[in-house]
């Protein structure tokens, strides 16, 4: 069962880059309530569930929907399964690839190796496409849609660092080889190849999108994830307008307004999110906002306001305070909405890590090794994580779910009364 089309470019715009020129299919992934989607991948995948902005995103755009969210990743790994071998050989790092991803019955996986392989270069090429198809093999056999992440550039970070100009030239056949074989197979791909190095500057410093030129940054997952959420979904959707004006009435786009009172010294109105916003970037406020999220902009509206200084109070708390003529079209970047969001990337991140140790104990070899003689009786308190990440779904399930919150605004000679 696929809801994907076959194939899918993943664009990433930032400061002054431009959106590429190259044709692409516009594929949407309609997720449903009760799916199950599995991050499976290298470390690309698995310092992801240390960010949370792919599964923020694709929660808060799903307010209705249980969505079950289980990071797979492995750093070092391919897909062959190397780096789940422990002390065993490769076909018993694939053998517990394997049992991981079909204990879990996954309806969606998204899938992100290349990195690591990229290494053996040309000569290497034959065996990756051979391990990738053997491992999808395996994946298709859960009846799961699955979407292929290429490999990301390896980002110049000026010198001492490795120039990487030879590894790119080998990441552009790796990333050829995946976009043909998911062609052939008739499963997504999302070419992360035009996620471009050296983003540009912001609030006067340097933007990169890696720590070390191959590991995304916190901005670089944030800009990333966002980017391929929006691609997945086909639409973030989380901006909106309210505009209100003097007589009593207003009007919303992407939100729910009730309980309107105004006139042209202030208004009293409350307003319910269809979805919650974006989580905000990681980067100093007052940042560029890179090109395609200037959609996802929340603006408030006043039509018919007397001149003077108003201020905006959310749930009694102080917002912004401007002049009419600013109040007329305002951009809001913080507010209960934003804060409840940043919870729930917290929340998730904490389930994740929690669900690491239940999968990924540090002491297994003593617990379910070759040693587990000296400490196996231990192994019995793993599941004991399984209550703790239950706890997490359920602050999930209501974190990721907007509330109503009552907005006013006031002169400022009146602010108080």
């Given at each position: 069962?696929?809801?994907?089309?076959?194939?899918?470019?993943?664009l990433?715009?930032?400061?002054?880059?431009?959106?590429?020129?190259?044709?692409?299919?516009?594929?949407?992934?309609e997720?449903?309530?009760?799916?199950?989607?599995?991050?499976?991948?290298?470390?690309?995948?698995?310092?992801?569930?240390?960010?949370?902005?792919?599964?923020?995103?694709?929660?808060?755009?799903?307010?209705?929907?249980?969505?079950?969210?289980?990071?797979?990743?492995?750093?070092?790994?391919?897909?062959?399964?190397?780096?789940?071998?422990?002390?065993?050989?490769?076909?018993?790092g694939?053998?517990?690839?394997?049992e991981?991803?079909?204990?879990?019955?996954?309806?969606?996986?998204?899938?992100?190796?290349?990195?690591s392989?990229?290494?053996?270069?040309?000569?290497?090429?034959?065996?990756?496409t051979?391990?990738?198809?053997?491992?999808?093999?395996?994946?298709?056999?859960?009846?799961?849609t699955?979407?292929?992440?290429?490999?990301?550039?390896?980002?110049?970070?000026?010198?001492?660092?490795?120039?990487?100009?030879?590894?790119?030239?080998?990441?552009?056949?790796?990333?050829?080889?995946?976009?043909?074989?998911?062609?052939?197979?008739?499963?997504?791909?999302?070419?992360?190849?035009?996620?471009?190095?050296?983003?540009?500057?912001?609030?006067?410093?340097?933007?990169?999108?890696?720590?070390?030129?191959?590991?995304?940054?916190?901005?670089?997952?944030?800009?990333?994830?966002?980017?391929?959420?929006?691609?997945?979904?086909?639409?973030?959707?989380?901006?909106?307008?309210?505009?209100?004006?003097?007589?009593?009435?207003?009007?919303?786009?992407?939100?729910?307004?009730?309980?309107?009172?105004?006139?042209?010294?202030?208004?009293?109105?409350?307003v319910?999110?269809?979805t919650?916003?974006?989580?905000?970037?990681?980067?100093?406020e007052?940042?560029?906002?890179p090109?395609?999220?200037?959609?996802?902009?929340?603006?408030?509206?006043?039509?018919?306001?007397?001149?003077?200084?108003?201020?905006?109070?959310?749930?009694?708390?102080?917002?912004?305070?401007?002049?009419?003529?600013?109040?007329?079209?305002?951009?809001?970047?913080?507010?209960?909405?934003?804060d409840?969001?940043?919870?729930?990337?917290?929340?998730?991140?904490?389930?994740?890590?929690?669900?690491?140790?239940?999968?990924?104990?540090?002491?297994?070899?003593?617990?379910?090794?070759?040693?587990?003689?000296?400490?196996?009786?231990?192994?019995?308190?793993?599941?004991?994580?399984?209550?703790?990440?239950?706890?997490?779904?359920?602050?999930?399930?209501?974190?990721?779910t907007?509330?109503?919150?009552?907005?006013?605004?006031?002169?400022?000679?009146?602010?108080?009364?």
């Amino acid at each position: 069962m696929n809801r994907t089309l076959p194939y899918l470019a993943v664009l990433l715009t930032w400061l002054g880059l431009s959106p590429g020129s190259q044709a692409a299919d516009r594929a949407v992934l309609e997720l449903k309530d009760g799916d199950r989607i599995v991050l499976l991948g290298d470390d690309l995948i698995e310092r992801n569930q240390k960010h949370g902005y792919l599964e923020t995103s694709l929660t808060l755009l799903n307010p209705n929907k249980n969505l079950t969210f289980r990071n797979l990743g492995w750093s070092g790994d391919t897909v062959f399964g190397d780096a789940r071998a422990g002390f065993g050989s490769r076909p018993d790092g694939f053998k517990h690839l394997k049992e991981h991803v079909v204990a879990l019955k996954p309806t969606v996986i998204l899938v992100g190796y290349g990195m690591s392989e990229s290494f053996d270069g040309a000569a290497g090429l034959g065996a990756f496409t051979k391990g990738l198809n053997e491992l999808l093999d395996v994946l298709s056999g859960t009846n799961a849609t699955i979407v292929l992440l290429s490999p990301i550039p390896h980002e110049d970070l000026g010198r001492p660092l490795p120039d990487p100009t030879a590894h790119n030239a080998q990441l552009v056949l790796y990333r050829e080889a995946m976009k043909q074989t998911a062609a052939t197979r008739g499963v997504s791909y999302l070419d992360l190849g035009i996620l471009e190095a050296g983003a540009g500057k912001a609030g006067g410093t340097k933007v990169t999108l890696t720590d070390d030129g191959i590991h995304l940054s916190a901005f670089g997952y944030w800009l990333a994830d966002s980017r391929i959420a929006s691609e997945l979904t086909g639409n973030l959707g989380t901006g909106w307008t309210v505009r209100v004006r003097p007589d009593g009435t207003a009007e919303a786009t992407n939100a729910d307004t009730s309980q309107v009172r105004s006139s042209a010294r202030g208004a009293r109105f409350e307003v319910r999110d269809r979805t919650l916003p974006l989580v905000r970037s990681p980067l100093a406020e007052g940042s560029a906002r890179p090109e395609w999220l200037k959609g996802e902009v929340r603006r408030l509206e006043f039509e018919g306001l007397e001149p003077g200084a108003y201020t905006l109070k959310i749930d009694g708390k102080a917002v912004a305070t401007a002049d009419a003529e600013r109040w007329k079209s305002m951009e809001l970047g913080k507010g209960p909405e934003f804060d409840q969001a940043q919870r729930l990337r917290s929340v998730i991140n904490e389930k994740n890590l929690l669900y690491f140790h239940r999968w990924r104990p540090q002491n297994e070899t003593y617990l379910f090794g070759f040693r587990k003689h000296e400490q196996g009786n231990n192994a019995r308190e793993i599941p004991l994580f399984d209550p703790l990440v239950e706890a997490k779904e359920k602050e999930i399930a209501t974190l990721r779910t907007p509330v109503s919150h009552v907005y006013e605004l006031s002169r400022e000679s009146e602010v108080g009364r």
